[in-house]
């Protein structure tokens, strides 16, 4: 018996598989979200990868910005029940989750059972989200995969004020003209996304052990900013980008054994 | 008889054709419509010149030419009656009576783009002293006058008291109404709820209160039936547009009370009957007020009013429905929004764009929700 959770995100889709004993047996990430080819080749990729086959899911279930128009799903949850659930299973002590995915930010306050107690997205911009670091590196000709080794060199991080990626934009390169090294800058945008996401912690209630879910997770420098601006120590989920298909598949798996009962293979 | 399903179409008819209502009102009446702002207005010292009054509570257009008169951190609902204004929209209004209980409706009623005239006045913002509701009938004499001047018609006594009355009439119908909604959200979804308050905007009221009333007994004809789904109480400006109450009706959450500047805030407080003269008797209505992000409250019971309303019908759960940009409400959301906490009542924020097209994060908000209530 397997069960799959598919994450259909608005930068990237990831896919769980997760057998009888509810172990994970693989996950996939395809940098391309809802609206591309990406949710069909995450599931290529993850069937190419265990050599299982769309009828050895017993069942399907869909979350994501894209969760409602991804074909095939037997249920759909929310990105919320999902990263809950996700972070629960792999992290039992989390009482407060900080998901930043592509163009969306969630604080979630989790209680003893992992049930979820609250939670508030990101309104208004997508300012402090996945979309916002690439702006940046892209500005500072770098990716986001040099952006946290590029943070610890930093001495003096620069502060950008802008809640408006476009202006933060046209701020950074204010700084790159007036002579900021690119360190301080990065770490000064790794700042201005934890102070951003740490407003939505703040409004959620801070509790317990804190964990990072979301490709932003990935950032350790924008790990250490939110470390340092909510003033405690940050778990990072592992392989955190896959923490809200992994709790889809938990709902998958759920299901499944609802259906077939005590069956095993 | 006519069945639910027939009189609630009525009211959506009503409710997405405004002007149309005002065409068949003037067509019937040989008289106009005059154009009532947001939030609170006497609407009866206009309904007593024989005219319409009209709500003017935005739209759902897409926003251009108001760009150039507003920033964009203005709420959508002064977005789209700028955009309308700039359109010409309003212009066959007689006039435009326009409260100003929060700094964008201030900064909007000096900037009108339209040809009517507008008529600003008031609400004093001490709302604890006798010399407020002094000061509130001078301004609402002031609006009488200038009514009378516009319409060429006497406002008699005779005349407000009977506006009162039917207006004291609508609020009860829609009162009995809201409570018998809440019993058969199989009949009366967040769509169709909305709509009767809708209409109303755009309907003479003793008319309104009549088809309210044969609504309630078409209603009260049915048997009543278990809910599967869940029960809320929402509170804010308002709930649209259309799109985003079409996913509490996908998520079968039953709207069983609301808090909405546009709906129930508008039936809250009855003008008293007594022996005062009427426009002192409407004046002690803002007084009387309670519960609204725009009517200053030193005791801050909105959570409280809230966590009563939630007991009462039984609901699962509270959703602020927050008006984008809308400071007054900002500034309530987090006194009201720890109460609830402390009292265990599950709640949940949902940003509220009266020009929003796309509802993929109020879908994910609300859905998780559900998922956990």
Redesign the interface.
């Known amino acids: 018996m397997y069960a799959l959770g598919v994450d259909v995100g608005s930068a990237s889709s990831k896919a769980v598989i997760l057998d009888r004993n509810r172990k994970i047996v693989a996950a996939e990430v395809v940098q391309a979200g809802t609206g591309t080819t990406g949710p069909r080749r995450v599931m290529e990729q993850i069937f190419s990868k265990t050599g299982l086959h769309r009828e050895d899911i017993v069942k399907l279930v869909a979350t994501g910005?894209g969760r409602?128009r991804f074909e095939g799903a037997d249920r759909?949850?929310?990105?919320?029940?999902c990263h809950a659930r996700g972070v629960h299973y792999l992290v039992p002590e989390a009482r407060t989750i900080l998901d930043i995915g592509g163009q969306?930010a969630k604080a979630i306050r989790l209680g003893n059972g992992g049930?979820?107690k609250?939670?508030?997205?990101n309104?208004?911009c997508a300012a402090g989200t996945g979309r916002f670091l690439e702006v940046m590196a892209r500005v500072l000709e770098t990716d986001l995969e040099r952006m946290a080794a590029l943070d610890t060199a930093a001495d003096s991080p620069v502060s950008i004020s802008s809640t408006c990626t476009v202006f933060a934009e046209s701020e950074v390169i204010s700084q790159l003209s007036h002579g900021a090294s690119r360190e301080n800058i990065i770490a000064g945008v790794h700042n201005s996304v934890a102070a951003k996401a740490c407003g939505l912690v703040g409004r959620c209630?801070v509790e317990g052990t804190v964990v990072m879910t979301g490709g932003v997770a990935q950032n350790a420098g924008v790990v250490r900013a939110v470390s340092r601006e909510l003033n405690r120590e940050i778990l990072v989920a592992p392989n955190p980008q896959t923490a809200g298909a992994l709790g889809a598949a938990l709902y998958a798996w759920d299901d499944a054994r609802r259906e077939r009962g005590d069956e095993t293979g | 008889m006519r069945n639910v399903e027939t009189i609630l179409a009525q009211f959506k008819e009503i409710a997405a054709n405004p002007r149309q209502a005002v065409a068949d009102y003037r067509s019937e009446t040989g008289k106009g419509a005059i154009g009532i702002m947001p939030i609170y207005a006497p609407e009866e010292l206009v309904h007593a010149t024989g005219y319409l009054p009209v709500g003017l509570w935005g739209g759902n257009q897409s926003i251009n030419q108001a760009r150039t008169y507003l920033p964009p951190f203005a709420c959508s609902v002064m977005q789209q009656v700028m955009e309308l204004e700039c359109q010409g929209a309003f212009n066959d209004l007689a006039a435009v009576v326009f409260s100003v209980p929060c700094d964008t409706l201030k900064c909007m009623s000096q900037k009108w783009k339209g040809t009517s005239p507008v008529l600003v006045f008031t609400h004093p913002q001490n709302r604890g002293l006798e010399s407020a509701n002094r000061f509130l009938v001078e301004e609402y004499t002031r609006l009488q006058s200038r009514l009378e001047e516009i319409t060429g018609v006497k406002i008699s006594n005779a005349a407000l008291e009977n506006s009162i009355r039917v207006y004291n009439e609508n609020r009860a119908a829609l009162r009995e109404f809201v409570r018998l909604a809440a019993d058969y959200p199989q009949f009366v979804g967040a769509v169709s709820r909305h709509a009767v308050f809708k209409a109303r905007q755009f309907m003479e009221k003793s008319r309104h209160t009549a088809l309210v009333r044969e609504l309630i007994g078409a209603l009260t004809a049915q048997p009543l039936q278990p809910w599967s789904g869940k029960r809320v109480v929402v509170s804010g400006i308002l709930l649209e547009p259309d799109g985003l109450l079409e996913l509490f009706d996908e998520l079968k959450l039953a709207i069983v009370d609301d808090d909405l500047a546009q709906e129930s805030r508008q039936l809250r407080v009855d003008v008293q009957e007594g022996n005062e003269a009427p426009l002192y008797r409407l004046a002690r209505v803002w007084q009387r007020m309670y519960g609204c992000s725009v009517a200053t409250d030193t005791k801050k019971l909105r959570g409280k009013m809230l966590i009563e309303m939630a007991q009462k019908t039984g609901a699962d759960a509270v959703i602020a429905a927050m008006m984008k940009f809308c400071d007054p409400e900002e500034w309530d959301y987090p006194i009201y929004f720890d109460e609830l906490e402390k009292k265990g009542v599950r709640n949940l924020m949902i940003e509220v764009d009266q020009g929003a097209t796309s509802f993929e994060q109020a879908r994910t908000r609300l859905q998780s929700l559900a998922e956990l209530l």
Not at chain 1, 76 to 81: A, K, N, T, Y
Not at chain 1, 118 to 121: A, E, G, S
Request: glycine share 6%; charged share 30%.
């Open positions: 910005y409602m759909q949850f929310s990105e919320i029940s969306d049930e979820v609250q939670f508030f997205m309104d208004k209630g």
